[in-house]
């Protein structure tokens, strides 16, 4: 089993940064396919971006290309997302999810994803 823990929201003005760290526990993930969701009050849950260690690339939504990176530390366990130029539609709980199983086409769908983290609130306002 793998557990996932996310910290680093919280409230920034728009145009400020965060970062996220999501940090796992149980198992070695560096082989699985690691991702970022989030969710607004009211709205579904959207994929936000994710990374195939099999093929070493990293996919973004639309709506966050250019401003988000995501990235991992296989020694710590963890991945993270660097969110830059914030804007208050980013306003969410962000998610990190985890599988050990993952072909492209399906990455970008939650529920694909076997372990999922508690969340973190990231809240964009002036």
């Known amino acids: 089993q793998v557990q996932l823990i996310e910290s680093g929201g919280g409230l920034v003005q728009p145009g400020g940064s965060l970062r996220l760290s999501c940090v796992a526990s149980?198992?070695?993930?560096?082989?699985?396919?690691m991702a970022w969701f989030r969710q607004a009050p009211g709205k579904e849950r959207e994929f936000v971006a994710a990374?195939?260690?099999?093929?070493?690339?990293?996919y973004y939504a639309d709506s966050v290309k250019g401003r988000f990176s995501i990235s991992r530390d296989n020694g710590k366990n963890t991945m993270y997302l660097q969110m830059n130029s914030l804007k208050p539609d980013d306003t969410a709980v962000y998610y990190c999810?985890?599988?050990?199983?993952?072909?492209?086409?399906?990455?970008?769908?939650?529920?694909?994803?076997?372990?999922w983290g508690q969340g973190t609130q990231v809240t964009v306002s002036s």
């Open positions: 990374h195939k260690p099999s093929n070493g690339a990293s």
């Open positions: 999810a985890a599988d050990a199983s993952m072909i492209v086409s399906t990455l970008r769908q939650g529920n694909q994803y076997n372990y």
């Open positions: 149980g198992r070695t993930v560096s082989r699985y396919t």
